[in-house]
Every structure is written in structure tokens, then in C-alpha cells.
């Protein structure tokens, strides 16, 4: 190796992938996941006791979808231009954790459309700087694993926040006292990630330092084929936050819902997240001992699948719960491989800006699925509002499936 080649581009063969700012994102991704899935947990049923219904649950999940679809391109438009990361990922977390504790100072729809939107533009504006430093903090080879494991942290906090909101609820706790806690773990998260994590800086040698500037890499073409399927998926990839919607009104009674009826929900919330966690990992190193296009492709059939089921089968709870850790087994998938594809195919110096432009795409179908999915079940039609989810997430099946057929190469241009 020429020791003249500058440092990014001098591989580390020796390198662990389970270093330091890998753990500390993990640990940053578990804490924030707590917070604001402590506060998702009880919010649907939140705004059930102050006379708010599913299109005001979908009003405000699209709504910050939308927002944080722009804030996530922000924050890989802002990672591409400037070399430090770290401060400005941290920020986000920062203004997540005190946007989702300041949802418990209000009752309004207009506060808390406002508040929701602003927890989802911090997590927006970190999600490609976060997903930027991790990539770079790994070989290649290891992407799908570092991802995986990013996910399952992710996912386990999402199975601990819902499982403390129970707890609360069980011992009689309010709502906004359980909103109230979530500021504790939303700090630990911005404290790891500041703390912990490291940019890894970038300086060529000196026998460089007065050669003109390298032309700037474009984005290959797959990537954009690669785009247009996960937008296509996203159209009917609506918000989670419903499945616990649906459970609790399975069990209501006409349409008065109990304590114990929200616990049944969130339990089964905790379930489906328990779920993504355990089979993330597993499915980030499949990802990368195979294809990974594939193996997403594959999750994105059983999403279309378990939206079918939730279409013709949520009225019945064994179903439910079936079509619950379904769900939670594509989330693991998509929300792994997609990440792990799109830092494979994009060169290092556009892969800040890609994975905000990929986030963003990913963002704008949630909202318009969380849009349509939300009043459709208020005008009472679920079987309409998932069974298009449906239809339009196979859509972006298909469109994967040409993509691989053609022999499209992840390194093609």
C-alpha cells in the first residue's frame, strides 16, 4: 500500500467493526427509542380521552412524517457539506427527547400536532448523520451486521419504552406523568451519542495536499431504481402507532376503552417490537454473507402480505396478533437492509446526502399511507384502508423484482 494514499482510503483490515462509536450508537439508538415509544405507546389512546379519533392519530403521525421527511434530507444536505457529524446528530436527539416530554404540558390537537412534529424532525435530522457515522465507523463487508445491530437496539427500546408505560398504567399512573418520564432516557441518548461517538476525520497525506480536488462521485443509477422501489413500498408502509389502535378497539366495547384494554395493546405493541429486535441482527448478517436486494425484496412481500391480513383479518385478535409479529419481522427487515443497500451502493462521498434523500423518500410514503390509512378507518372502512396499502406495497415488490432480473449490479453507475 502507497503511504501516500490518504486516510479514508487506506482499508483497516483489522479493524473491529464492534468499536466504540458503534456501541455508542447503539446505546444512543435504545435510550431515545425508550423515550418516545414510552409517549407512542399511550398517545392513541391519549387522544381517544379528549374526544380525538384515528384520523387525528393519522392527521398527526402524517403530518411529522411529512416534516421529518424534509428534516431528514436536511440533515444529509447538512452532512454533506460539513465534516463533523456528531454535534449536530446530537442536537436532534436533544430536541426529540424535550419535543416528546413537552407533548405532557398540553391537550390541544394544534399543541400536539406541533410538539409530534418537532420530536420527528430531531429524529429526522439525525437519522442520516447517525446512519452516515455508522457506515464509516466499518468495513463494508461488516454494513449489514453494524446496521442489524443498530436496529435491534432500536427495536429492544422500543419493547422497553411500551413496557414501562404499562407498568405505569398498571400502577395507575396518568398519561401525561408517563409523557412526563420520558425525559430521563431521552437524555441518556443525547448523552451517548455526544459523549461516545467519534467522527472519524479524514486527512490526506501531505505528498497530496497540493493536488487539484478529486472529481465529485456521482450518484450511481442504481441507486436511483433502488429509490423509486422503497418510495413505492412506502405508499402502503403506514405508521405502526395504528396496530395498537386496532387492538384496542378489537377489545373495546362500544368504543369505550378500559385501562386493561390499552395494556392488551401495548403488550402486543411490545411484542411486534420484540419481534423486529430479535430477527434484526440475524437479518443484517444475512444480508451480508448474500445478495441484500433480495432479502429485502423478500421482507417487502411478507409487508404486502401482513397488510392483506390486516385488511381482511384484524377484526379476529388471534389474526391480529399474527399479522402483528409479521409486521414486525418486515419492519426488522426493511428497516435494516434498506439502509445496509443504499451505504453498499453509494460512495462515501455522497452517502450523507443519499441516506437523507433515501430517509426522505421512506418518510413522504409513510405520511401519505398514515394520511389515507387514518381516515379511512374513521369513515369505518379498514379492510379499503389496508387492502390499498396493500395493493400499493406490492407494487414496490415488483418493481424490486424487475430491478433484480435485469441484473442490475450495486456497483453499476
Not at 282 to 306: A, C, E, N, S, W
Not at 342 to 361: K, N, T, V, Y
Not at 393 to 409: C, D, H, N, P
Request: charge should be positive.
Amino acid at each position: 500500500m502507497n503511504s501516500s494514499t490518504p486516510v479514508e482510503l487506506q482499508p483497516n483490515l483489522q479493524r473491529k467493526w464492534l468499536n466504540r462509536t458503534v456501541i455508542a450508537i447503539i446505546f444512543a439508538t435504545f435510550f431515545s427509542d425508550v423515550s418516545h415509544e414510552m409517549c407512542t405507546a399511550v398517545l392513541p389512546m391519549y387522544l381517544v380521552t379528549i374526544g380525538l379519533g384515528p384520523a387525528a392519530l393519522g392527521l398527526i403521525e402524517g403530518v411529522a412524517d411529512f416534516l421529518v421527511s424534509i428534516a431528514k434530507l436536511g440533515g444529509g444536505y447538512l452532512g454533506h457539506h460539513v465534516e463533523r457529524k456528531r454535534p449536530w446528530a446530537s442536537l436532534g436527539y436533544l430536541v426529540t427527547t424535550l419535543a416528546t416530554w413537552g407533548i405532557a404540558f398540553v391537550g390541544s390537537l394544534l399543541a400536539l400536532l406541533s410538539l409530534r412534529s418537532a420530536a420527528w424532525v430531531g429524529r429526522g435530522f439525525r437519522s442520516p448523520l447517525r446512519d452516515f457515522m455508522l457506515a464509516d465507523a466499518v468495513e463494508p463487508k461488516y454494513f449489514g451486521r453494524a446496521y442489524g445491530l443498530e436496529r435491534a437496539g432500536d427495536m429492544l427500546g422500543a419493547v422497553v419504552g411500551p413496557l414501562l408505560a404499562f407498568l405505569l398504567l398498571w400502577m395507575g399512573i396518568e398519561f401525561r406523568v408517563i409523557i412526563l418520564w420520558t425525559l430521563l432516557p431521552g437524555l441518556l441518548a443525547a448523552g451517548a451519542f455526544f459523549f461516545f461517538t467519534r467522527d472519524r476525520i479524514t486527512t490526506p497525506s501531505s505528498s497530496l495536499a497540493s493536488a487539484p480536488p478529486p472529481t465529485p462521485a456521482r450518484f450511481p443509477k442504481i441507486f436511483w431504481l433502488f429509490l423509486i422501489g422503497v418510495f413505492l413500498f412506502g405508499l402502503g408502509d403506514f405508521s405502526r402507532t395504528f396496530l395498537i389502535w386496532l387492538v384496542a378497539k378489537n377489545q373495546g366495547e362500544d368504543g369505550h376503552l378500559a385501562v386493561g384494554t390499552l395494556s392488551l395493546a401495548v403488550i402486543l405493541y411490545m411484542i411486534h417490537n420484540l419481534v423486529s429486535a430479535a430477527a434484526a441482527y440475524p437479518v443484517g448478517h444475512l444480508g451480508d454473507r448474500r445478495r441484500k436486494l433480495p432479502v429485502l425484496t423478500f421482507g417487502y412481500g411478507l409487508g404486502v402480505f401482513t397488510n392483506f391480513m390486516l385488511a381482511f383479518l384484524s377484526g379476529q385478535i388471534v389474526w391480529l396478533g399474527m399479522a402483528i409479529v409479521f409486521s414486525g419481522i418486515y419492519i426488522a427487515v426493511e428497516e435494516t437492509l434498506e439502509k445496509a443497500v443504499a451505504a453498499e451502493i453509494l460512495p462515501r462521498e455522497r452517502r450523507s446526502l443519499g441516506l437523507g434523500i433515501l430517509a426522505c423518500g421512506n418518510a413522504i410514503g409513510d405520511m401519505v399511507s398514515s394520511l389515507y390509512v387514518g381516515l379511512l378507518l374513521e369513515a369505518g372502512y379498514p379492510t379499503l384502508a389496508f387492502g390499498i396499502a396493500a395493493g400499493v406495497g406490492a407494487t414496490g415488490v415488483l418493481w424490486m423484482i424487475w430491478v433484480i432480473r435485469k441484473g442490475f449490479s450495486l456497483t453499476q453507475s
